[in-house]
C-alpha cells in the first residue's frame, strides 16, 4: 500500500538573504492529517545572525544567515513514532519546514535535537548504535563536519545542538561548474541505524529550493511527497475533498487556485517505490525550473510532459499555469502507479476562475483526498515586489 504527503507552502515577499522575517504555510498529509508549515525563505527567517558556524565548504567566505531549526518528537500516528523538524519546537512537522536559497548564499542551519533519548534508543536496530539525530542535504555543497552522518561524527545527541553550513555555489562558465539551482531535499540520516531510516519513516525531511536571479517566481507552491506505506503512514486515501463551490476554506483537504496563476510543485521520493507525478489538464516543461524560460528557445529539444516518474531519493519541481486554455475546473494529481492511486495516492487541484469562484461539478470520486489550502484570496500565495 502507498500513502502520500501534501504541503502548501504560504510566504511572505522574497527579498534574498536581507529583509524582514518571513513565515507562513500550510501542511497536509493527504492521507491523514493536517500540520503546520513554515517557509523557509531566502529573504531571511524567524533566525538570528550569530558568528558560530561549521567548517565552511570552498566560496562560503561567512554564512549568510543563520536558521535554528528544532527536532521534536511529535504525537503518535496510532501506534507509530512521529519526529518532526521545526523552526520553533511548537511548530515541527512532518515534512519540516521548506527551505529556500538563492544560488551563491550561504546558510548555517544550528539544528538542536529535543528528541527524548529513550525515543531514539527505542527506534535503533543496534544497542549499539549511537543516539542522536542529524540533518543531511541534496544537492548544495557542504563539508564532511555538515555531511549528518555516524561515520563522520556530524551528528546531534539528545539536549544538543550542531551548527551545519550549506553553501548553494552558482554556475562558473570558466570551470564548468553547473551550479546548485534546483528542487532538492534534506533529512536525517542517523535515527536507528547508519542511514537513518527509521528517522526518515518517523518524519525526519523537509524540501529545499535553489534559485537563480531571473528564475520565475511562483504565486502558489506546492511540497508533495511519495512515499511507501511503511516510510510514511498507516492508513488509506479516502474520498474526502473538503472544498466548498461557494467559499473554498483552509482544511485537510482543499487544494486551490486562481486562474491564470502560476502554480509550483516541489515533489520528493520518500521511501522505497517508484511513483510517477501526473495533473490532469496540465502541463510543463521538463526542464530545471519547468518552464522555457531565459532566453532558452521553444525547441523540440524541450520535451513538454504532463507525467515525470520519480525513483527513491529523487525530487524536482515544476511550474504550470493554473487553469491555461482549459479555464477553471477540478483536476486530479495522482501517482500514475495505478494500484498507488486507487491506494489513496490522489487529490485534486481546484482552480478557480479569475473572481476567486469555485467552478461547478466538483469530482469527489477516485479516493481523492486534496491539499489543504486557504481561501481563493490568500491560499499558497507568494507575494513579489
Known sequence: MSAWRLVEEESEPRQPRTGRPRTGGRRMLVVAAVVLLTLVGAGGLAAARTGM?????????????????????????????????????????????????????????????????????????????????????????????????????????????????????????????????????????????????????????????????????PDRTYTVAFGDRQSINLRRGEATDTCTEVNPQPGPTCLVARKGERVEFVVVG????????????????????????????????VPIIDNKTLGPGDSFGAQVVAGDSVGPGHWMLHCHMQFHSDAGMSTMLHVLDENGNMPPGMDHEHGAAGATSATAADGGEHQHD
Request: charged share 15%; glycine share 14%.
Open 53 to 217: 558556524f561549521a567548517e565552511r565548504p570552498d566560496g562560503c567566505v561567512k554564512p549568510d544567515r543563520t536558521i535554528q531549526l528544532y527536532a521534536v518528537e511529535l504525537p503518535k500516528d496510532g501506534t507509530q513514532v512521529r519526529l518532526g523538524y521545526g523552526l520553533t519546537p511548537q511548530t515541527a512537522s512532518y515534512p519540516g519546514p521548506l527551505m529556500e536559497m538563492m544560488e551563491g548564499e550561504c546558510l548555517a542551519i544550528t539544528l538542536h535535537n529535543q528528541v527524548p533519548e529513550a525515543t531514539l534508543a527505542a527506534l535503533r536496530t543496534s544497542p549499539t548504535h549511537p543516539l542522536g539525530v542529524s540533518l543531511h542535504v541534496h544537492g548544495v555543497k557542504y563539508t564532511q563536519d555538515s555531511d549528518g552522518t555516524v561515520q563522520s561524527g556530524s551528528y546531534v545527541p539528545s539536549g544538543g545542538s550542531r551548527t551545519y553550513t550549506w553553501y548553494a555555489q552558482p554556475r562558473n562558465n570558466r570551470t564548468g561548474a553547473q551550479g546548485t539551482a534546483g528542487y532538492w531535499w534534506y533529512h536525517d540520516h542517523v535515527v536507528g541505524g547508519p542511514h537513518g531510516t527509521q528517522g526518515l519513516s518517523a518524519g525526519l525531511f523537509g524540501g529545499l529550493v535553489v534559485r537563480r536571479p531571473g528564475d520565475p517566481k
Open 270 to 301: 520518500i521511501g522505497n517505490d517508484m511513483h510517477t507525478f501526473h495533473l490532469h489538464g496540465h502541463s510543463w516543461a521538463d526542464t530545471r525550473t519547468g518552464v522555457v524560460s531565459n532566453g532558452q528557445p521553444f525547441a523540440d529539444s
